[in-house]
């Protein structure tokens, strides 16, 4: 069965520095990766996506995220962060094995950008 | 124009009620699927439809009855509520999950408060 991991529960970064929000993942097939963003009290919106191809993959508002397939990650990051930035972000994994199309959510990461 | 809907964005109620919340989409999507998030906001899949048919049927108490009437709209019915069924729900959609890895489109969210 696929599973995702977000270790850190709250990420501290500074205005104008690179952030980086971890996640990893396990699957038996191929992975299909996502990256959500949650403000408060609101649904969550779609960041980027990895299906195939390049490694490296860009999102909305700057983000972008890679894709290891030997450390089984799918690291987001943006070079600059801003105060805006904060909020929930989820990494979610859909295994190309599965017949039931589930897609799973890590357990989210709160990213606090101060100014 | 909201792509995913959801209503009632919030539902307070008593232990023993029944509740239900609408969801309906306008992106022409085939899948829709309800989420629900606990209060340490992990996120867990409840149910899955694909084109009016239920695909993915997780774990959930049978008090939890999906229904979809057409492929943009699905409802949640909640029979005998408990405690335990305070959380934020989410509805969203996908394109049909059996052949392309989507990303999923979320509505705003129904918190429901049991007391």
């Known amino acids: 069965a696929q599973s995702v991991a977000q270790p850190e529960d709250q990420v501290n970064v500074a205005e104008g520095n690179p952030l980086t929000v971890k996640c990893t993942y396990s699957v038996s097939g191929n992975p299909y990766l996502f990256w959500y963003v949650q403000y408060p009290n609101r649904g969550l919106q779609f960041l980027l996506k990895y299906i195939t191809g390049d490694n490296l993959v860009k999102g909305s508002y700057g983000f972008e995220a890679e894709f290891n397939k030997s450390q089984t990650s799918f690291h987001l990051k943006k070079p600059s962060a801003l105060v805006s930035d904060s909020a929930l972000y989820f990494c979610a994994v859909r295994d190309s094995a599965e017949s039931s199309y589930k897609l799973i959510f890590g357990s989210g990461t709160r990213l606090l950008v101060r100014p | 124009d909201t792509a995913v809907s959801q209503t009632p964005k919030y539902l307070v109620t008593q232990m023993g009620n029944d509740k239900s919340i609408k969801c309906e989409q306008n992106?022409?999507?085939?899948?829709m699927y309800w989420y629900k998030q606990d209060s340490k906001k992990f996120l867990k899949i409840m149910f899955s439809y694909n084109n009016k048919e239920l695909i993915i049927n997780e774990t959930v108490p049978n008090r939890f009855s999906p229904k979809s009437p057409d492929k943009a709209h699905l409802n949640l019915h909640i029979n005998s509520l408990e405690l335990g069924d305070s959380a934020v729900y989410f509805c969203?959609?996908?394109?049909?999950?059996?052949?392309?890895?989507?990303?999923?489109?979320f509505g705003e969210g129904s918190r429901l408060t049991v007391l």
């Open positions: 969203a959609s996908s394109q049909a999950a059996s052949y392309f890895p989507g990303e999923l489109f």
């Open positions: 992106l022409g999507h085939d899948t």
